[in-house]
């Protein structure tokens, strides 16, 4: 069974700092990996998309990597803004095995950007 | 991508009730999925919404609990029957355009339904 872990689960930085998160899955056979945003009480929104056989994606201040065989992410945000604060998910789609080609998720890093 | 409206946005229901949720889709998609988000906790995926059969559940959920629809390509409704106040929680449509390979599926979410039971 794919489990999702996310380091750490709580940040809290200065802005303009740069800032690194980290996601972990057990299970290697992934299509892809998605890291999502999601402010309090909001659904989500598409950060980036890494397929399996990329390392990395990145999209204006973002940057994500992938090491699919040892199994590990990390998104780095770079000059962060007090915008940036939110919850950051990190999720795989299942490659194997008839699983309807579900996501399974992290919990998440609380991100706070104090101004 | 694809553009998910979802609604209700909120509610607060009776014990007892129950709740239909609506996700509409911009573009025809292949795979529209259901989570749910408890307070303080990540998606839970309940069930993939096939078109034109019976959604496929995951472990712990059940048809009569949570009734599914996916009538085409563009929408489907959930139920939250007989609700308790263990049942509150965010609900949120996904879906996921497939136009490529598999490892090139981006999954889209709806703002969520934000259910309190009293």
């Known amino acids: 069974k794919q489990e999702v872990t996310q380091i750490p689960a709580a940040l809290s930085v200065p802005e303009g700092e740069n800032l690194v998160l980290n996601c972990s899955f057990t299970?290697?056979?992934?299509?892809?990996l998605q890291w999502f945003r999601q402010d309090p009480g909001k659904g989500l929104t598409s950060l980036l998309l890494?397929?399996?056989?990329?390392r990395e994606q990145t999209s204006g201040r973002l940057n994500a990597s992938l090491d699919k065989s040892s199994g590990r992410s990390t998104l780095y945000i770079a000059a962060s803004q007090p915008g940036d604060s939110a919850t950051y998910l990190c999720a795989v789609r299942q490659g194997s095995g008839g699983s309807n080609y579900k996501l399974t998720f992290g919990k998440g890093t609380l991100l706070t950007v104090n101004p | 991508s694809a553009v998910i409206s979802q609604k209700p946005s909120r509610d607060i229901c009776q014990r007892g009730t129950s709740l239909t949720i609506q996700c509409q889709v911009d573009s025809q998609v292949t795979m529209m999925f259901w989570y749910r988000q408890q307070p303080g906790q990540s998606l839970t995926l309940i069930a993939t919404a096939n078109q034109g059969s019976e959604a496929t559940y995951e472990s712990g959920f059940v048809i009569d609990k949570f009734p599914i629809s996916r009538p085409n390509l563009t929408f489907s409704t959930l139920t939250v029957s007989n609700m308790s106040p263990e049942d509150s929680s965010i609900y949120l449509c996904?879906?996921?355009?497939?136009?490529?390979?598999?490892?090139?599926?981006?999954?889209?979410f709806g703002q969520g339904t934000r259910l309190t039971v009293v």
């Open positions: 299970d290697s056979a992934i299509y892809n």
């Open positions: 996904s879906a996921t355009p497939r136009t490529g390979p598999l490892s090139n599926t981006e999954a889209f």
């Open positions: 890494i397929q399996s056989s990329q």
